[in-house]
């Protein structure tokens, strides 16, 4: 049982916990993402050895979007019924030994391929559904308001740091080994981070190592530092179709909705068919292609965290949350339409610097997590963050299938690449449009 935090005046200085809670948050969601990857690394080997055309590979890049969106509400709502501990950690085993199974596709006789990705693949959706929320979960309870722009940046440019990390990892291992070696290693780093979790993770009024100067600056700053005890989670079932409604009702939730929906499709691209691009495309083998999505990758991560920090920083000057977050999201979302040149250069390096450009806009715009902790209403943190992932996530499912059959149909990845520009500038009018001011919604009785 956790010792309870050192008495008021004992310590004049607050600690600095709450970092370490991000800074592993942080490795937990680059490994969740690096998870949704593996078959894009992986990918033309399996296909080609498995016999699988461009089709049938964009359906089962496809395969975890349609349970990571259909499990968002009822993702939510278990961590608000359960917490976000228990249900992540159970979360991260799931998904990891969904992970691990697939490189036994094929193995089996009787057991069509095709299928049995599309399963597994579609598991590792359903494991990896309250991961998200439990991060926005953890960022409410953890951070006060000032702080929150930056803790949620951090987190979501994990999802770039994780192809840094692993796609090189990835492509490595396919190249020296065999492609069922991406899924083995990549299963067994994520019993290990399960294990991990469970040890260093607490509710901020349940951590061993804070102190109470570092409580009261996360309470006095907005923070719900007692979001994470099971009682009072489990006090208050949020799951209601009265709450839903409320939520789905609201203009300006639905522009949010919109904006992180359009901002996936950049984001799946590059999870999915960026790797096969690289190697389809332009030519590049699969450990080149590893290396080369790992550049635009290290801008995408370097954009996520300036964009937090911008954002924290216009707050701080201006007192206004609606400039904080938009001004970032516009100016990144308007440089990441230069995807679309890569349609008329030729040379590889030109490819890799608008990508990398693309990505660092991406990155700056990503503030969607930090503007549903300024928006969610505080008694449905969870499913809140549920109904947002769902939305944003269902780009997981139209974005691999869309590109798939565009390739097949032209044998090209250009109108692939305008499909996801226009995305960018959708994301702009949402936001520019449609939201409206930001600030919390409050709900009806």
Not at 37 to 48: K, Q
Not at 54 to 74: K, N
Not at 87 to 115: D, E, K, M, N, R
Not at 358 to 375: E, I, N, P, Q, R
């Amino acid at each position: 049982m956790p010792s309870e935090p050192a008495p008021s005046g004992t310590a004049t200085r607050p600690t600095r916990i709450r970092f370490q809670i991000i800074a592993l948050i942080f490795l937990i969601t680059s490994l969740n993402y690096a998870d949704r990857a593996t078959f894009s690394i992986a990918g033309e080997a399996a296909s080609t050895e498995l016999g699988l055309s461009a089709v049938q590979t964009g359906f089962i890049l496809s395969a975890f979007a349609w349970a990571y969106v259909l499990a968002q509400v009822p993702g939510g709502a278990l961590l608000d019924r359960f917490g976000t501990k228990r249900v992540y950690v159970a979360a991260i085993t799931f998904w990891s030994l969904c992970t691990a199974l697939q490189g036994f596709v094929g193995w089996i006789p009787g057991l069509a391929a095709v299928t049995t990705l599309f399963v597994m693949r579609f598991l590792v959706g359903l494991a990896e559904a309250p991961s998200f929320p439990g991060n926005a979960r953890l960022v409410a309870a953890w951070f006060p308001a000032r702080e929150r722009g930056t803790a949620s940046a951090i987190f979501n440019s994990a999802q770039y740091f994780s192809l840094v990390a692993f796609a090189p990892l990835m492509g490595w291992l396919v190249h020296t080994f065999h492609w069922r070696a991406v899924f083995w290693v990549m299963g067994v780093l994520g019993i290990a981070a399960a294990a991990i979790f469970m040890a260093f993770i607490h509710g901020p009024d349940r951590h061993p190592s804070i102190n109470q100067a570092e409580l009261d600056l996360i309470r006095e700053g907005g923070g719900e530092i007692a979001m994470e005890r099971p009682s009072t989670a489990a006090a208050q079932p949020t799951f209601t179709w009265h709450n839903v409604r409320q939520l789905l009702a609201n203009r300006m939730m639905l522009g949010i909705y919109l904006g992180q929906y359009c901002i996936n499709v950049l984001t799946y691209f590059f999870v999915t068919w960026f790797p096969i691009y690289l190697v389809k495309e332009r030519g590049l083998n699969i450990m080149e292609a590893g290396f080369a999505a790992a550049v635009p990758a290290v801008c995408g991560f370097i954009g996520g965290l300036a964009g937090g920090i911008v954002s924290d920083r216009i707050l701080a000057r201006t007192g206004s949350i609606d400039r904080a977050r938009k001004v970032p999201l516009v100016l990144g979302m308007t440089l990441a339409t230069l995807i679309l040149g890569c349609v008329w250069v030729d040379a590889e390096w030109l490819v890799i610097l608008l990508m990398s450009l693309a990505f660092f806009g991406k990155g700056v715009a990503s503030l969607g997590w930090a503007v549903m902790a300024d928006v969610a209403p505080r008694q449905l943190a969870g499913l809140s963050g549920g109904v947002f992932n769902m939305f944003g996530n269902t780009a997981g499912i139209v974005t691999p299938i869309v590109v798939g059959y565009i390739v097949a149909a032209t044998g090209s990845f250009d109108l692939a690449l305008a499909f996801v520009a226009l995305h960018c500038v959708l994301t702009i009018l949402a936001y520019t449009v449609v939201v409206g001011p930001i600030r919390r919604l409050e709900l009806a009785a």
